[in-house]
């Protein structure tokens, strides 16, 4: 079966194209590259033995998602394609709210109009805001609080609204929306890795510059929070195990004809603090990373992590891989490739 994934050739999206040939699918990218890397194509191939096709566009352009439909025939979509940056969208709103917004929407018509009605939608962990329990589940109240959380949890609900609205329509909707933790690691070849344009977003990134001597030290937002060593936790979760989980969600909308709405958080259930991701890539690395103390930043919370039983109980999908074994292949990864795939 053919599966079109939309940002295909991002971080999450080439691992992810990586777990679907795995599993016997055959991906389709389609991305503008304007937040990727043409390179991932042919380590793309290299992985997985055979080129993968790529459609190279825009989502909100109309005319080109007809010309991709037309060419081939699709079970199902993955829409990872998007602009993700907290801060990036608090400076500029407008544009987190017509590329995120706008683009699925363009995206969910052209499917309609070539008859797909199966799609996973790469949610994330901030419709939740700041939880006010963790591991946080499905059912608990959804608040975003900066641009970039309110797109995905628009998005969110305009799909839940399609589905209900072509419920009594065929062929029915089956939508899922995976909520993301904190996605870190790379594929343990060493050819795919996350590779951010300027200035690291994410903490383990940050890390691995340190490690490299490109940066002077990582500053650490808080050591005050009530957790075993004063730092934040977050639930980090290994970026293939990630991909694999959206396989049995793929599996699980292809499984049945009826409609429906799914929701599906994607973590491990456990959470790091700061310092200990600091420590298991050190260990990992054999470099040090020395780490600044600073204030702790607005909107941040003490704790956030996944709750994951209606994951495991509905898609028999858990996490497998370790802090230990995400901060190796982020090593492993960065090591070989200091400059990213430029």
């Known amino acids: ?12 999206g080439s691992h992810l194209c990586v777990a679907l040939a795995e599993a016997g699918f055959q991906p389709v990218v389609l991305d ?3 937040n990727s890397r043409p390179a991932v194509i042919d380590r793309l191939a290299a ?3 055979a080129p993968t096709p790529v459609a190279i566009g825009d989502i909100s352009d109309a ?3 007809d010309r991709v439909f037309a060419e081939h025939e699709f079970a199902a979509v993955m829409h990872l394609a998007g602009v993700k940056s907290v801060a990036e969208s608090c400076r500029l709103p407008l544009l987190y709210y017509q590329n995120n917004i706008g683009g699925t929407l363009s995206l969910c018509a052209a ?13 994330s962990a901030t419709v939740y805001g700041a939880a006010a329990r963790s591991p946080v589940r499905e059912d608990a109240p959804l608040s975003a609080a900066n641009p970039y959380g309110r797109s995905k949890l628009m998005i969110e609900r305009l799909l839940a609204d399609l589905v209900a609205a072509e419920a009594a329509h065929l062929p029915v909707w089956r939508v899922a929306a995976l909520r993301y933790f904190n996605p870190v690691g790379a594929h343990p070849s060493g ?5 951010p344009l300027g200035t690291p977003n994410n903490l383990v ?12 030290h990582l500053n650490v937002y808080g050591n005050t929070y009530a957790t075993r060593d004063g730092t934040g936790i977050r639930d980090y979760i290994h970026v293939m195990d990630l991909a694999e989980g959206h396989v049995a969600a793929l599996r699980y909308l292809l499984r049945a004809n009826d409609g429906g709405y799914f929701v599906w958080n994607l973590g491990t259930g456990r959470g790091s603090t700061v310092l200990e991701v600091v420590a298991a890539f050190v260990r990992s690395s054999g470099r040090s990373v020395p780490c600044v103390m600073a204030p702790m930043r607005p909107g941040d919370v003490a ?8 994951a495991q109980a509905e898609l028999g999908w858990r996490a497998r891989r370790d802090l230990d074994e995400m901060m190796a292949d982020v090593w492993r990864w960065r090591s070989a490739n200091a400059d990213g795939m430029r």
Do not use: N
């Open 63 to 65: 005319a080109f998602l």
């Open 32 to 34: 503008d590259f304007s």
């Open 111 to 123: 499917m309609q109009r070539a008859g797909i009605r199966r799609l996973l939608f790469s949610s």
């Open 191 to 195: 050819l795919l890795g996350e590779d």
């Open 1 to 12: 079966m053919k599966i079109l994934v939309t940002g295909g050739a991002g971080y999450i």
């Open 205 to 216: 990134p940050y890390i691995a510059d340190v490690a490299l001597g490109r940066r002077p």
């Open 303 to 310: 704790e956030s992590c996944a709750h994951v039983g209606r």
């Open 47 to 49: 992985i997985i033995g």
